[in-house]
């Protein structure tokens, strides 16, 4: 994701309540983001609400296919994040 595309997501969030950016100590340049209570919420209730139907799809694949298909996903996330850039 383009250094401007992270900056306007992580501003909106912030603007929301839903996170908290604080300077680095370590780096001067970078920010340190976390999760508000009310981001966490949101993220608890954004899984609960995905739960219902990735559980829909297990039994299609069994349970070890969808466990061995994890590292697959990962791995093809960071080629295309790779390739974007």
Do not use: C, W
């Not at 992580?10 to 908290?20: D, P, S, V």
């Amino acid at each position: 994701m383009p250094k401007t595309s992270m900056s306007h997501t992580l501003a909106g969030l912030e603007k929301r309540g839903l996170i908290e950016m604080v300077p680095n100590p370590q780096d001067g340049r970078g920010k340190l983001i976390y999760l508000t209570d009310a981001g966490r919420s949101l993220r608890s209730r954004a899984v609960e609400n995905i739960t219902a139907d990735v559980m829909k799809l297990i039994p299609q694949f069994g349970l070890e296919d969808a466990r061995s298909a994890l590292p697959i996903l990962r791995k093809l996330r960071v080629l295309l994040d790779e390739a974007r850039n």
